[in-house]
């Protein structure tokens, strides 16, 4: 991948786009570390849309926040009558997992705080996402050693 900076990008998530303008394409997640190796301090997590190859950045979603994005899923949904692109990720850092669209707009009310839900228990902290569609639920597991939840998504 053409990567955004010389460092390149640490890949912590994937997911295939089945729907709209970027149909086939993939999502990935940057958890931005090597920004912060880079000497600069910030975590600056993004999403990027790639081509079907992989091999080149078509968009890039700024969630706006520094922390780590670790797992993303992509869901098309109808926001006011209009059929819109978006991707839910886990915000490591802030123990949630977040909803956006493509044009970088949060969706707040469909934030799902792992904490205020019990989950947060040992400092585990969610990271693994899918989606189930048909369901309109999410597959949210924290580490390798803590359960996986199925938690409906979507306002």
Known sequence: V?????????CT???E????PYRGCLLSADQGKNQAVAGNGIQ????????RNAREILLTLDP???GSIQGIAYERVEIEGVWTDTVWLTDLAGAKVRHFTFAGVEIAADEIDWVALGLGGGGVLPNG???IAEDRALIVGGSATSP?????CGS
């Open 2 to 10: 053409n990567a955004p900076t010389a460092g390149g990008y640490t």
């Open 13 to 15: 998530g994937a997911s």
């Open 17 to 20: 786009v089945t729907a709209g």
């Open 44 to 51: 600056e997590s993004r999403v990027y849309v790639l081509d």
């Open 64 to 66: 706006g926040f520094s």
């Open 129 to 131: 996402l899918a989606l």
């Open 148 to 152: 996986y939840h199925i938690i409906a």
